[in-house]
């Protein structure tokens, strides 16, 4: 039967019966893996704790190792922990048993997955671990395995059931030991006070690094565009159009930002009169919008969604409101030349 054929009476595309065996088979597997995940989360204790205190100890590097589905895991969970602030590396069983044992050292600490706790490509980590007195934590779901009775810390995985009809395919195993491989990053992370700043860092390319950029990143720290109060319109237009923002800004005698020219400004007294015979203060825009060098780009290309163009950057010790100093200005264009949505 095509698919198409099962669809409800009527239903658009997409718009499969409730009854399908394959919708009953999607739902048995997530409910599966949600009723394991909160038994794990259920289940965290002072193991837990003493985890977290391992990894957050460790001088060297958090060697990460498991088997099969269980090494997937293993990498995606090293991967997390570097990419977060812990130095991690894994390395497959192996390969470790034919020399790679030697990338492992007293400073390290190794942390081995495994469902059954009886994976024998494991045994000639374990017995390093043990003969350099490295720590280990371990993970599996028989708390008398041999991981983890050897470990100094173990992690034990709740007795759930796999998800696929035969019982035997890795699918809530693998589940919960990647969630709480996340669970174990993020709370080292978290004693550690890593801070955004320190993610841009291990992150400067793709989207996240992007997203990530500052203020101070983008700005143009010299040559600002900034002019006093009592200064002719005839010096304003000078200091407007030799530089590249069309803008200027209005200073006061401290060196406080208390107002912006526009060319939008220049257009709304035109009708007054000699535009000339006027001074700064008389056609600037009072109180006008500025950001910290410290702010996200994204924040300030937020702030210049609609009709402005350029932000004064102001000292964010002085404030970043009316009577800020200017320390840098920013233009649209360097954000969405740097990417930044």
């Not at 997390?80 to 390395?91: D, E, H, N, R, V």
């Not at 890795?170 to 801070?195: H, N, Q, W």
């Not at 109060?229 to 407007?240: Q, S, Y």
């Amino acid at each position: 039967m095509n698919s198409d054929d099962r669809m409800a009476p009527g239903a658009a595309s997409g718009g499969y019966t409730d009854d399908l065996p394959e919708i009953a088979a999607g739902r048995r597997v997530l409910t599966t893996a949600a009723q394991a995940l909160q038994s794990m989360a259920k289940s965290l204790d002072g193991e837990f704790i003493r985890a977290v205190d391992a990894l957050c100890a460790v001088n060297g590097r958090v060697i990460v190792s498991g088997m099969g589905k269980s090494g997937h895991i293993a990498r995606k969970l090293a991967a997390t922990l570097a990419s977060t602030g812990t130095p991690a590396q894994f390395i497959h069983p192996g390969e470790a048993s034919h020399g790679d044992l030697g990338m492992i050292t007293p400073a390290d600490a190794c942390l081995m997955l495994s469902n059954s706790g009886e994976t024998p490509e494991l045994n000639d980590l374990i017995a390093h671990t043990r003969r350099h007195k490295i720590p280990l934590i371990g993970v599996a779901r028989n708390p008398d395995s041999t991981l983890l009775r050897s470990a100094d810390v173990a992690l034990v995985l709740p007795p759930a059931p796999e998800a696929c009809p035969m019982g035997k395919a890795p699918t809530t195993s693998t589940t919960v030991t990647l969630s709480l491989g996340d669970a174990l990053a993020v709370a080292v992370m978290e004693r550690k006070g890593f801070s955004i700043d320190d993610y841009r860092l291990l992150h400067p390319g793709g989207q996240i690094g992007k997203s990530l950029l500052r203020v101070r990143d983008l700005m143009h720290p010299d040559g600002l565009p900034l002019v006093g109060p009592d200064a002719t319109m005839r010096e304003v237009l000078l200091v407007m159009t030799s530089g590249q923002f069309g803008c200027a800004g209005v200073v006061n005698s401290d060196a406080a930002l208390i107002g912006v020219i526009t060319d939008g400004d220049l257009r709304r007294h035109m009708p007054d009169g000699d535009l000339l015979s006027l001074r700064a203060d008389d056609v600037m825009t009072a109180n006008p919008k500025t950001i910290a060098p410290s702010a996200l780009a994204a924040e300030a290309l937020g702030l210049m969604a609609g009709k402005i163009t350029c932000l004064f950057v102001c000292e964010k010790s002085a404030g970043t409101g009316p009577g800020a100093k200017p320390v840098g200005i920013l233009h649209i264009h360097d954000c969405l030349r740097a990417g930044v949505a």
